[in-house]
């Protein structure tokens, strides 16, 4: 069996490996958003194909609307050609449950799938279509944090930005000036309404794609490309809105496991793909099984019910509150202290951390500890249950391929917010210390010490890419195992990465003894860890 609108038609032949079918007429589906478009989304990637897509099938199974997803790709182009044309736009989606059961879908919403190539006129040309269309009601976005941003470190536009500036809105490059672009179509063919999404796991991420439109507009408008309205109907919320959302998923780099367990199974052509700008993907999609999507509620011209599917919407002030809860105390700063400590102690898997009494309790004790005497409650979930499902059944899950090195990316732009939010709470609550804080300083110390590259068997390593990578370790350079002295105060002390200087609330002497601890030659990360957490 091969993955493709004509084999599924073969409905017992799948059916019989136990795997899901669409139940609605795929063809019929393409054809009505072909003249009707409804959505249509940026960032063809992973997570887009294993819950936004899933989730909008379970709304076509059960007749509740009629219209599929067009997906975008405005980055990495090859996705297009090599993993959704030569499989009709299907995806297989297997979701890893910790128990070793699969369960799979063909995944048959995404009706259209399209670069924004602007040598690919056909393609540039149905976007210009799909953006004049009445019907639209909204752009959905999975292009990372990075896809919005228009400036440098220095606050200057990059290169590309700043070519769109000057061009115009006729031959766009950047994701953002793209989005304006066809934004600025829609307004001149009617000012028809609209709603721009941002799915995108990061914080205000829905006023990060007006900022940028924005500015794009108002550029264009200097330059007299764009007129005043134009603006005006940007800024107008009865025609445009950019609502803030909240995902989380694990939706990790395609299985080999997964791979070998479908073509066991007669299901050709599961080939792992590897494209020039190395993103991992394959015909199909492997996840866990939990999944959060929280979205304000504040659409132009109508949406999905999405909520039927399991999508929780609601007003902005709870969304920002489950941002919090999640970012800040429930998941994100226990993935960032596996990470550096897993690299340190030569993991390569999430999960293997998890079966590791020292590491599960250092992630306890942050969170539940630490943690959540100061969670942000958002009501619509219950931290302490959404903590549990974390660390009893998410990170523990073997299925899920998910790695320390992988999640240790950027940490110095995560820190900040993963660890600092909880420090600034301790110091603003009277009833508590953060000179009593032990896991964050413990986690710190661990990032600290791992920027040496230096593993606790005393091994080099490459420490994952992170913008602040070089600058971090000069400051740490020649700094070796046995050493008593080293300029690590230079980072604790930064405000910049920690929102705070750790040593002005008695936080930084303790991580400072922390990381030299971890120093005192092979074997004292772990050590160290066991110190303070017996």
């Not at 069996?1 to 799948?14: F, G, Q, T």
């Not at 940028?212 to 134009?230: H, M, P, Q, S, Y």
């Not at 019910?305 to 509150?321: C, M």
């Amino acid at each position: 069996m091969v993955l493709s609108k004509s084999a599924i038609k073969n409905r017992e032949a799948w059916e019989a490996i136990g795997v899901k079918l669409p139940e609605f007429d795929v063809d019929e589906i393409s054809q009505n958003t072909k003249v009707r478009p409804q959505w249509v989304h940026f960032g063809a990637g992973n997570i887009f194909r294993g819950f936004i897509a899933k989730a909008h099938q379970q709304l076509l199974d059960s007749k509740k609307v009629d219209t599929g997803i067009i997906a975008v790709e405005s980055f990495d182009f090859e996705i297009i050609d090599k993993v959704y044309k030569p499989y009709d736009n299907l995806t297989l989606l297997v979701l890893m449950n910790a128990d070793g059961d699969f369960d799979k879908t063909v995944i048959g919403s995404i009706t259209e799938a399209i670069t924004a190539d602007r040598n690919k006129t056909e393609d540039y040309d149905r976007l210009v279509e799909i953006f004049e269309s009445p019907s639209l009601q909204m752009a959905s976005f999975t292009i990372t944090e990075k896809g919005y941003a228009l400036t440098d470190a220095a606050g200057d536009y990059i290169g590309i930005v700043q070519k769109d500036i000057e061009n115009g809105p006729e031959n766009p490059l950047h994701t953002m000036s793209l989005v304006t672009a066809l934004a600025y179509r829609r307004y001149q063919k009617g000012q028809y309404p609209m709603t721009f999404v941002s799915m995108d796991n990061c914080s205000n991420n829905g006023d990060r794609i007006k900022e940028a439109v924005l500015t794009i507009a108002k550029e264009w408008l200097e330059r007299r490309f764009v007129d005043e309205g134009f603006i005006t109907y940007l800024q107008d919320e009865e025609k445009i809105t950019y609502p803030l959302s909240m995902i989380d998923k694990i939706t990790p780099r395609p299985s080999e496991i997964v791979k070998e367990a479908l073509e066991q199974e007669g299901i050709e052509g599961m080939d792992i793909i590897i494209t020039t700008k190395n993103s991992y993907m394959a015909p199909f999609v492997n996840a866990e099984v939990s999944e959060y999507l929280v979205i304000e509620d504040k659409f132009t011209n109508g949406r999905p019910p999405l909520e039927e599917a399991g999508i929780i919407f609601t007003d902005r002030e709870t969304v920002n509150k489950v941002e919090t809860m999640k970012v800040t105390t429930c998941l994100n700063p226990l993935h960032t202290a596996l990470a550096v400590t897993g690299c340190l102690l030569g993991y390569n898997l999430i999960a293997d951390e998890m079966k590791d009494p020292l590491l599960r309790k250092l992630v306890e004790r942050i969170g539940y500890d630490e943690g959540l005497k100061v969670v942000v409650d958002p009501k619509i979930i219950n931290p302490k249950e959404f903590l549990d499902e974390v660390v009893n059944e998410r990170f523990s899950n073997p299925f899920i391929p998910d790695a320390p090195q992988r999640i240790a990316t950027d940490t110095s732009q995560k820190v900040g917010i993963r660890f600092g939010e909880t420090i600034k709470s301790y110091v603003r609550r009277e009833d508590l210390d953060p000179a009593d804080l032990v896991g964050i300083p413990l986690a710190i110390a661990a990032w600290c010490r791992y920027l040496l590259g230096i593993d606790d068997n005393g091994n080099k390593f490459t420490i994952s890419p992170d913008p602040l990578a070089d600058t971090l370790q000069g400051i740490l350079e020649g700094v070796s195992l046995g050493d008593t002295t080293s300029n690590v105060r230079d980072i604790l002390s930064n405000e910049t990465i920690f929102g705070v200087n750790l040593y002005n609330i008695r936080e930084g002497t303790k991580t400072e003894s922390m990381f030299y601890e971890m120093l005192k030659g092979k074997g004292a990360v772990r050590r160290t860890l066991e110190k303070y957490l017996s």
